[in-house]
DNA sequence: TTGTAGGCGTTATCAA
DNA sequence: TTGATAACGCCTACAA
């Protein structure tokens, strides 16, 4: 059964094209009569129209492009899935990728969403293609950023207050009296990473207390950096006795790392910007920074359907949607 | 900066769309002279082929479907990653949906990718649309079933020992003195499920014990099944000592369940059928069969380039590629 | 109520 | 070495 197309079915129904066309569509008039014929040939041939000669004639492809850094970490899939779960709702569906934390492998799927013309794109990007996001946007894709800025881009964009919830778990720590903090940093250029040193630094600032004093270590986001921090952290002559850590995967890392030197999972106390979903089950001595991600998702795709849906696309109305997570204590 | 077409390239570097044509595709001969001033032209109207428009021509879109059925479970974004990874190498794209287990989804996202002509589908299937698989075949698209097998559905397939691993798992508890077994199953259908099921009654009836002396709970593979079943295990006048989970979800939420009832998490002796990557973290009397996603990701990768690939599409050459896991005592 | 025909943006065949 | 031109499969004025 190779693939039939409407002007077979056309043929064998006895009617022109645009009929078959008019039927599969609901558009224009036709008799009850021609059109449980056409129904019921296009039911015996097994038709199925071809979406690429649609999208060419229609000039859309009801396709949204969606790129994040790591389809492994929870935090990124949760969101990815609302989007796909609101977007399939009005029939769009998802071009996705998997950009590794890789700008180049980013920027290559930018290339090849944007000649697949996608309709609009949603990206948490690792701020090093702004050129090729604003091109996105002169081509009259609508752009959507979310969970992380990009630096030279003016865009739609949902994020979190990453600074303000960053400080408020540091204080918590500075709170409880400590005074010597480890501080696992992701990577610069990040615009939440960068955000979240800020707000480190801030708490810092105000509780007196000087950064000098602290343990810095600049990560990558990823598990095998939290270990490796908290390997360093360990080996110091007066270690922390707590810890900030920039992100989920990060704050994972720490604990492998803790339990491979044989150390109690509760030796810091620790505040993780991110949650670890398994953390209930050992962490008495945590603090996490609750994210959303299931929010910025909704959100975004609500944005799309509102960008897509054709409303004026003057410029100065760009939205900027800050999500104030909460922070919870084990 | 609207989209150019290469009409408009054509004219404004004062030569015919074929030759934009062949010298962006480096096909057929052109003088140095005119791909210079093609190239030249390109960049500066900042052209960009039209995917689709060429996917309609050449009769193919360079699309891999890709269904699996929950984005938020670790062990299949590790497949789908690999899946990715090895096929964007090669220039092919991927299309995935996340059926959500809803067997009505997982047909609408079918129909959408035969629609959009994509050239092979890797799907762990939820067991129901065996007439929308056999569809897939019957129109030339390669179909590659990963995980999970489908009934009625003759087709290359990639998958797990799952009988034989769950029977070794179970013997494991069995081998340690347990007489009285929590048995947690996936939902009947899914073959995954089913195969598993099996290999504990092999393992059971081996060890001479009665399947109706252990405490069988029918969960669907999410989390809170698993919390559920430990809820009614602990309730039991005769609880078992040991609990055999038929995935990793499940898993999760037996440790869950038991730290919500205040239970030391080392309260049975488990098996569990897939990994809990945290598990290292807290877990003392687990067993795991250590799965291998990225295998199964990349052996269905390479197929799919095979099958793609043109080889002779003769029937009887299917391939079933069996992965054996080990089984890992913490 | 239905049919004809042009065109969406490419590629590829054939001439020149 | 290059240029017309006919598809690819569908939709949609415009006619009838």
């Known amino acids: ?37 056409v129904l019921e040939t296009v039911r015996q041939l ?4 071809n979406a690429v000669a649609r999208n060419l004639k229609r000039e859309r492809t009801h396709c949204v492009g969606l790129i994040l850094p790591d389809m492994r970490n929870p935090y990124f899939m949760r969101l990815a899935r609302e989007v796909q779960a609101l977007l399939s709702v009005r029939n769009y569906h998802i071009l996705y990728t998997d950009s590794g934390a890789d700008a180049a ?18 990206i948490a990007g690792m701020g090093k293609n702004a050129d090729k996001l604003r091109e996105v946007q002169d081509r009259g ?33 500075v709170d409880k009296g400590h005074r010597k903090i480890g501080i696992l940093c992701g990577p610069a250029g990040i615009s939440t990473a960068d955000e979240r040193r800020e707000g480190v630094q801030a708490a810092l600032e105000r509780a007196g207390l000087s950064p000098a004093d602290m343990f810095w270590y600049s990560g990558d986001f990823s598990r095998s950096s939290g270990r490796e921090a908290a390997r360093q952290m360990h080996r110091l002559l007066e270690p922390p006795t707590a810890v900030f850590s ?25 505040a993780s910007y991110g949650e670890l979903e398994f953390a209930p089950l050992f962490a008495n001595r945590l603090a996490y920074v609750r994210q959303n991600p ?14 897509i849906g054709g409303a004026d696309r003057g410029i100065g109305l760009l939205e900027q949607i800050v999500l104030t997570p909460d922070i919870v204590c084990m």
Chains 1, 2 share one sequence.
Do not use: C
């Not at 097994?46 to 129209?49: A, E, F, K």
């Open 1 to 37: 059964m190779r693939n039939v197309t409407i002007k077979e079915v056309a043929q064998a129904a006895g009617v022109s094209t645009a009929t078959i066309s008019r039927v599969l569509n609901k558009s224009g008039y036709v008799s009850e009569d021609v059109r449980h014929r």
């Open 46 to 49: 097994n038709y199925r129209p």
């Open 105 to 122: 492998r980013e920027r290559s799927a930018i290339n090849f969403m944007l000649e697949n013309r996608i309709e609009a794109l949603v």
């Open 141 to 173: 894709v609508p752009l959507i950023l979310i969970d992380r800025r990009v630096n030279n881009v003016e865009s739609d964009i949902i994020i979190e207050d990453n600074r303000g919830a960053a400080e408020r778990a540091v204080k918590l720590l």
């Open 246 to 270: 920039a992100n989920n995967e990060m704050t994972f890392g720490l604990y492998l790392g803790l339990k491979e030197m044989g150390q109690p999972l509760d030796f810091w106390e620790v």
């Open 294 to 307: 299931e929010a910025l998702g909704r959100t975004a795709a609500e944005l799309v359907l509102e960008r």
